[in-house]
């Protein structure tokens, strides 16, 4: 029988694996599991799909597409029971990840055939986008195209709902097509594990991972440049509160002084986070572990190119605080494994079932987990006979991302700063949920005992940009927290208008609950009117009067004057805000105002609309907000932290004091 081997090069050799098949009967590898991945979803997806092809004695390999010779998918066709499985997500406007692109312009070049090759697909979206899952069809299309044999039909699942719920279903029904297709049975001695467990007894403390993300001490001995694997350790310099009701709005600025970091008004920054202490000593006690001890988690299978699910070697303690989401609601996955670990009947029939992909183990996971917000250590509380295996624990549960800010500043008027903002919401759940990285910002003041306090950093580039021409005019659309990338936007024209460049007609609408409370930087928006930097700033209060107004109803009512912005003087319309339905209402807005005001038909407003969308006059930006727990005074609450700009109104007093101008 041929098999595949995937031979790996290191990254840093910037060398591409090949996909060529070779016989070598010890490796038997015949499935190449291929993920597109932004943040990490896409892979897990594909992990979880390699553990389980094991189930059926297949041996699957998980790949980063852009790291092999994609090219050589033509020959996979000759190896026997061979599968390529393919989980990719659809990034910003039906774009492909950025791990992928080399792939999709492959796929577009019209040189290739696969011719053979037996595939599956699996794209990951978000229904409030226009381009949903725009990816995952066009793979599923396009290789069918040049000539491959579609084993199961193509998955979409939905991150506006329960992903996982989709996942689960589609991947149970692959597995369904692939034993029939292969004529496969499932085996009796299957085991889960992917890594082994190695304790060291004597380690020097400099040899042990202690958060860093690649190198050994790399948060001490700092060294550009700095980007995801080598983030850099940015100091503080204010954290403030915003609002002036009930609610909570950090305001966060950190230096980048020294780190050669540069950024674009309408970029993010990434925030790594540290759980909760109290939370890991707790699951050291539920399991009775010590989590000093220093760990290594080994890949059983030596040819894959994932060594270790975090850096190794840590310790226990560190895997928990710096490497693993134990925050988050635990994924159905990880409930079926943690029912292996428990005695007790009545529980591990429980997990079985709320792990599975019936309707029944969908309602009931919802009700017990998601609606509960019980995290991985309120279900070990609540099921006292499940004791799980630590290494095992941290081996299924989710890596602890980053979290991403819009960021609210400007480089032009702060290069040596970055701002971010984060709107604390709390929710009654009758527990206590501590949130991750508004928790650890809340905790960082700019100094504790006359030392700076610093948050690992780095910047992703955004496509939501300002005109290049700073006269071409622009509509701005971010009521509550949307606002978040215009505060950067509205520095940039000041700045222009400082140096005696001509701006066009900027327009800005805003809405919040209630003036007095959270209408941010009122004073600094006015401001703006009061210089000429905003053109026209429109105001929504929704709770202020009798009857509820939102931007919506404002932007109908200043049709005529949009139109003239966008048609005839070719302005630029940007959103920001709530994908699901802030964002769809402004695009329906648009097409109705191109029909009133600009005489066109229902079909050519459309077109026009996907016009100035291909052009990036009309761009939206829905990845401003997060969800995490927070708890505040002593109270039990659940929190959703959405992202919103800090104040204009520092400037003139930071140019001064710091000379940051």
Avoid at 13 to 33: D, K, S, T, Y
Avoid at 226 to 246: D, S, T
Avoid at 333 to 347: G, I, M
Avoid at 575 to 592: F, N, P
Wanted: with cysteine.
């Amino acid at each position: 029988m041929s098999v595949l081997v995937l031979i790996i090069v290191p990254v840093m050799c910037h060398r591409l694996r090949p996909l060529r098949p070779q016989v070598n009967q010890n490796q038997g590898r015949n499935i190449v599991i291929f993920y597109g991945s932004q943040t990490g979803t896409a892979e897990d997806f594909a992990t979880r799909l390699a553990k389980e092809a094991s189930l059926y004695g297949m041996k699957a390999m998980v790949a980063d597409p852009d790291r092999c010779h994609m090219d050589e998918l033509s020959q996979l066709y000759k190896i026997e029971n061979s599968l390529a499985i393919f989980c990719v997500s659809t990034y910003w406007e039906g774009d492909p990840t950025d791990n992928a692109m080399a792939f999709y312009n492959w796929l577009q070049s019209g040189k290739t055939s696969v011719r053979g090759l037996r595939y599956a697909v699996f794209g990951l979206g978000n229904s409030t986008y226009e381009y949903f899952n725009k990816m995952g069809k066009y793979l599923d299309l396009r290789l069918e195209e040049l000539g491959g044999t579609r084993v199961h039909k193509l998955g979409l699942g939905d991150t506006a709902h329960n992903i996982d719920n989709y996942f689960m279903t589609w991947k149970d029904n692959l597995w369904t097509s692939v034993a029939k297709q292969f004529n496969l049975k499932t085996l009796t001695n299957f085991s889960s594990r992917q890594f082994r467990l190695i304790q060291h007894k004597e380690i020097p403390r400099e040899g042990v991972f202690t958060g860093e993300v690649l190198t050994l001490n790399s948060l001490v001995d700092q060294k550009p440049p700095f980007n995801q694997k080598n983030p850099f350790l940015a100091p503080i310099l204010v954290n403030r509160e915003l609002y002036k009701g009930l609610r909570s709005c950090l305001h966060i600025e950190l230096d980048l002084m020294g780190s050669q970091l540069s950024y674009e008004a309408g970029d993010y920054v990434a925030v790594y986070q540290k759980n909760d202490k109290h939370l890991v000593q707790r699951i050291g006690q539920l399991l009775a572990t010590d989590l000093d001890q220093v760990i290594s988690l080994e890949n059983l299978d030596e040819d894959s190119f994932k060594r270790h699910p975090f850096p190794c070697p840590t310790s226990y303690r560190d895997a928990l605080l710096f490497y693993t989401d134990i925050s988050s609601a635990p994924k159905p996955h990880v409930l079926r494994e943690l029912s292996e670990y428990t005695d007790n009947e009545e529980h591990k029939k429980f997990l079985e079932c709320i792990s599975s992909s019936t309707e029944e183990g969908k309602q009931v996971y919802n009700e017990w987990i998601v609606e509960k917000l019980r995290n991985i250590v309120d279900v070990l509380e609540d099921m006292p006979s499940v004791k799980p295996r630590l290494d095992h624990l941290l081996e299924i549960l989710p890596r602890l991302l980053p979290r991403f800010y819009t960021i609210c500043s400007s480089s032009k008027v702060y290069p040596n700063s970055v701002h971010l903002t984060a709107v604390v919401v709390k929710k009654s759940t009758g527990r206590v949920n501590k949130g991750v990285a508004t928790n650890l910002l809340a905790s960082k003041q700019c100094e504790q005992s006359g030392d700076k306090v610093s948050v690992p950093i780095f910047i992703r580039r955004s496509q939501f940009r300002l005109p290049v021409n700073p006269s071409t005019p622009v509509i701005m659309i971010g009521p509550g927290t949307g606002l978040a990338p215009f505060r950067g936007f509205l520095q940039e024209r000041w700045y222009h208008m400082q140096n005696q460049t001509p701006i066009g007609p900027t327009v800005l609408y805003f809405g919040c609950r209630n003036q007095s409370d959270d209408y941010l930087y009122e004073e600094e928006l006015r401001g703006y009117v009061m210089d000429n930097t905003l053109t026209k700033l429109y105001t929504a209060f929704s709770r202020d009067g009798s009857d509820k107004v939102y931007v919506t109803h404002l932007l109908r009512q200043h049709m005529p004057e949009i139109w003239r912005l966008i048609g005839p003087l070719n302005g630029h319309v940007y959103v920001s805000g709530y994908a699901s339905t802030m964002a769809r209402e402004v695009k329906d807005i648009l097409v109705d105002t191109f029909v009133a005001e600009g005489n066109q038909s229902p079909e050519e407003a459309h077109n026009y609309l996907k016009t100035m969308e291909s052009q990036r006059r009309y761009l939206r930006n829905h990845s401003n907000w997060l969800t995490v727990s927070i708890v505040n005074d002593g109270e039990e609450g659940r929190s959703v932290i959405r992202l919103c700009p800090p104040a204009r109104a520092q400037y003139a007093r930071n140019a001064q004091n710091n000379g940051r101008s």
